[in-house]
Nanobody, 123 residues
Framework: VQLQASGGGLVQAGDSLRLACAASGRTFNRYTTGWFRQAPGKEREFVAGISRSGGSPTYADSVKGRFTISRDNAMNSVYLQMNSLKPEDTAVYYC?????????????????WGQGTLVTVSS
């Protein structure tokens, strides 16, 4: 599967953004998917994940209650709705796919990665 993320941009603190990740291939529904982010000078970290069927949404503590992950298998897409954005959310956001059943935060478990989309939150 190949992934392409979009939807990043420059926003102010408190604003919202919706990221989208389009997947190619007919087997998208066999992959759990996740969003990761990497801020300058920091390691890539897990943000959210969702199961193949769209259940079991899992979030990093830092985004719980503000971000929502969803997917539409008919559209081969996964989304990340980000509300109440903070300057510390500034990062390049990556979507990723894991050919497995369990939603995981382990970066190494993911088999495919999108190219990243930059989110900048100004204070």
């Amino acid at each position: 599967v190949q992934l392409q993320a979009s939807g990043g941009g420059l926003v102010q603190a408190g604003d919202s953004l919706r990221l989208a990740c389009a997947a190619s291939g007919r087997t998208f529904n066999r992959y759990t998917t996740g969003w990761f982010r990497q801020a300058p000078g920091k390691e890539r970290e897990f943000v959210a994940g969702i199961s193949r069927s769209g259940g079991s949404p899992t979030y990093a503590d830092s985004v719980k209650g503000r971000f929502t992950i969803s997917r539409d298998n008919a559209m081969n897409s996964v989304y990340l709705q980000m509300n109440s954005l903070k300057p510390e959310d500034t990062a390049v956001y990556y979507c990723a796919a894991n050919y497995g059943v369990v939603v995981t935060a382990a970066r190494g478990a993911y088999d495919a990665w999108g190219q990243g989309t930059l989110v900048t939150v100004s204070s």
